[in-house]
């Protein structure tokens, strides 16, 4: 047998340590909720893959679809020779985005891509450079990706200089003190300050920040900022990476705040885990780039394209959003109630099944538990759970379980990551 020690020691020899790997589980069988690692030690993953695989781990519709497409063939370049399920799937996701609008689809690779290609669009359309983001944002790695995250160390410190006139204005978090008012303050000052809303191309925000805390953005600031875009000609991209394809119980999160995005970048859970990005967005404005200015040799790569369609029947049968909701009430009676026991548990946040716990010292918002989160995600491994940890401050649990998750199995890991939180910080109780 295989051991994990061993492949990590072959890891560690040949794999740069700049791709941190949060454990030393070395994956080999994964179905719906459940994941294997190759001493056959059995997992429930909260994580789906950082939220890609929303309709579980070798979905049977999934892997029918793409092993049909894989005989067909697996590549031809959609710049070469085109094929039905990259046009069928944006056909799908022009009709399924919210908004009346007429849509056009462009598929990529990663959510990164998705950004840039987004970028790209946005100054084409406007002739304008200027783009706005905010604190704590997470939007990948490439060079645009880092200028528009919010958050330096690890993603940008050290890999500098970054593409200019990149701007970052507070992103509200009720949590830490940080209101609507300071956020659009912060807009107005940035317009009287640093630059002129002509000279904005766009501005870019997560519906729910993912790798930053996952905080929901308020429904009343997405509208705010899609009136203050159409006052200013600036192009509002909202970006469903994270939060897209049922997570938070609809399709797309933004729909639950009722505004239209101008485009909006989606990855992820589109493909249920096979490599596809896209940038959905106003049929005007994706046309405003001449040919041959996007695309890419693998971008939309057929077989996750044909992903991408089962991904949406299943999405629809299984009634995933409605799941979504569920699971994320399931997560919020649990936290709820633990957090009446420990005052370690500082704020929980649930947006359907994007849910998070924030750790802090006895119920302190300034005062994060970067331990105790580390501890708590160490020891949940060892019984046999799957967690994952983001926030800007590194205090945050995040869970992402597949949204096909039984709710039993969801209640047996909850009662795990439970045990271990009251265990490790069991001795802090609340001052009532
Ligand atoms: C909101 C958001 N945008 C962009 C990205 C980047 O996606 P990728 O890692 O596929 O490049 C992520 C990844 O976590 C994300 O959460």
């Not at 200028?147 to 830490?176: C, D, N, R, S």
């Not at 919020?332 to 704020?347: E, F, H, N, P, Y």
């Amino acid at each position: 047998m295989t051991t994990n020690k061993e492949l990590l020691a072959i890891r560690e020899t040949n794999t740069p340590r700049g791709v941190a790997t949060q454990t030393a589980v070395f994956a080999d069988k994964a179905r719906n909720a459940e994941l294997w690692d190759v001493e056959g030690k059995r997992y429930i993953d909260l994580s789906a893959g950082i939220a890609v695989v929303n309709t579980g781990h070798n979905h049977p519709h999934v892997l029918a679809a793409v092993t049909a497409q894989l005989e067909r063939f697996s590549h031809t370049c959609f710049q070469v020779a085109p094929y039905d399920v990259y046009v069928r799937l944006a056909a799908r996701l022009n009709k399924a985005a919210h908004g009346p609008s007429p849509k056009k689809t462009i598929f990529l690779t990663t959510g990164a891509e998705a950004v840039e290609n987004a970028v790209k669009i946005a100054r084409r359309h406007t002739g304008r450079s200027g783009i706005i983001a905010f604190s704590g944002a997470f939007h990948g790695r490439t060079m645009m990706g880092m200028a528009l995250t919010g958050k330096v160390v690890p993603y940008k410190a050290g890999f500098g200089p970054f593409p200019a006139e990149v701007y970052h204005v507070p992103f509200p978090i009720p949590f830490h003190g940080v209101t609507i008012r300071d956020t659009l303050d912060a807009l107005d000052t940035l317009f009287k300050s640093d630059v002129e809303p002509s000279r904005v191309a766009a501005m870019i925000i997560e519906p729910v920040q993912g790798e930053g805390g996952f905080y929901p953005a308020p429904a009343e600031l997405l509208r705010r900022l899609r009136e203050l875009c159409d006052e200013h000609g600036i192009v509002y991209i909202v970006d469903e990476v994270q939060s897209g394809f049922g997570r938070t119980g609809t399709l797309f999160c933004c729909e639950q705040a009722g505004i239209e995005p101008d485009l909006m970048p989606v990855a992820k859970s589109l493909a249920g885990g096979f490599p596809l990005s896209g940038v959905i967005g106003k049929a005007e404005i994706m046309d405003s780039v001449p040919p041959g200015g996007l695309g890419g040799t693998y971008a939309g790569s057929p077989l996750a394209c044909a992903a991408g369609l089962a991904v949406l029947d299943v999405i629809e049968k299984e009634g995933l959003c409605e799941k979504a909701r569920a699971i994320g009430e399931q997560i919020r009676s649990w936290a709820t109630d633990l957090q009446t026991r420990t005052a370690s548990v500082g704020d929980v946040r649930v947006a359907g099944a994007m849910a998070a716990i924030e750790l802090v010292e006895n119920g302190d918002a300034d005062k994060p538990d970067v331990e105790l989160t580390k501890d708590i995600v160490a020891k949940a491994l060892t019984e046999g759970v799957l967690l994952l940890t983001c926030g800007v401050r590194g205090n945050v649990i995040r869970f992402l379980p597949p949204l096909t998750i039984e709710p039993e199995l969801l209640a047996e890991a909850l009662d795990v990551v439970g045990r271990v939180i009251t265990d490790l910080a069991g001795s802090v109780r609340k001052a009532s």
